[in-house]
């Protein structure tokens, strides 16, 4: 079992407000991810992070921010919520070398932005 | 660049029959994993199988194996035996060597939604 957790689940909010949304796990990985998954269609990796103090932006262009100044915890902000942000963000973490090296996911938060 | 590529969006297997969901990639990458994950609609990702680049044997976990054919750069999933919860989106991803930062980066196809009938 994964002990990796997001919050909120779901969450319904106004345009142009400030949202935040938590990330954490508790098996000690370095390396930590976000994806946006818009419904029925495919993972886009936003942002990474490959330890404490250290964020990559990913392949999708977004504009959101990350911060990793614990290692189990990677939340994402958004400053000023827009409609085109409604969608799934899944976070990740994994392991980072040797052996299976799969990602573990939390359950991801659904963000409506109205 | 590295790439997935899922062409089926869509399949409709009988209970109890086996399937087969397609995948092929494309890295520069010496090292790497390849890994199948499951969605169900409630939106979690579930780790189903994994097969490493150099790893010589298919991978097996229960009802499911994974077909790779390192030549082809294919790594399709079969699952054997079909059940009703086994509906749901299946994606193929992959993971490449880590670059100078130090980190993998998990590369996923477009996904396959599966449904058994009954």
């Known amino acids: 079992e994964a002990d990796i957790y997001q919050t909120p689940r779901y969450l319904v909010i106004g345009t142009g407000k400030k949202i935040t949304l938590e990330c954490s796990q508790t098996?000690?990985?370095?390396?930590m991810y976000w994806y946006q998954q818009d419904p029925g269609m495919e993972l886009h990796l936003i942002h990474y992070?490959?330890?404490?103090?250290?964020?990559e932006k990913g392949d999708l262009s977004s504009e959101s921010t990350v911060s990793r100044i614990r290692t189990e915890h990677f939340p994402l902000t958004l400053e000023s919520a827009r409609p085109s942000h409604t969608s799934q963000y899944l976070c990740?973490?994994?392991?980072?070398?040797?052996?299976?090296?799969?990602?573990?996911f939390g359950q991801g938060t659904r963000l409506t932005v109205v | 660049a590295q790439k997935i590529t899922q062409t089926q969006p869509g399949m409709f297997v009988q209970e109890k029959e086996a399937v087969t969901l397609d995948c092929t990639y494309d890295?520069?990458?010496?090292?790497?994993?390849l890994f199948w994950y499951k969605q169900p609609s409630s939106g979690e990702m579930i780790f189903l199988i994994y097969?490493?680049?150099?790893?010589?044997q298919n991978a097996t976990e229960g009802r499911y194996s994974l077909n790779f054919q390192k030549a082809r750069k294919s790594a399709n999933l079969v699952i054997s035996a079909s059940q009703l919860g086994d509906s749901a989106m299946y994606f193929c991803?992959?993971?490449?060597?880590?670059?100078?930062?130090?980190?993998?980066?998990?590369?996923f196809g477009t996904g396959t939604r599966l449904k058994v009938l009954a």
């Open positions: 890295t520069s990458d010496p090292s790497y994993g």
């Open positions: 097969q490493g680049s150099y790893d010589q």
């Open positions: 992070s490959y330890g404490v103090n250290s964020t």
């Open positions: 098996m000690g990985h370095d390396k």
């Open positions: 990740a973490s994994s392991i980072g070398t040797g052996g299976v090296t799969e990602a573990f």
């Open positions: 991803a992959m993971r490449g060597s880590e670059g100078t930062s130090g980190t993998y980066k998990y590369i």
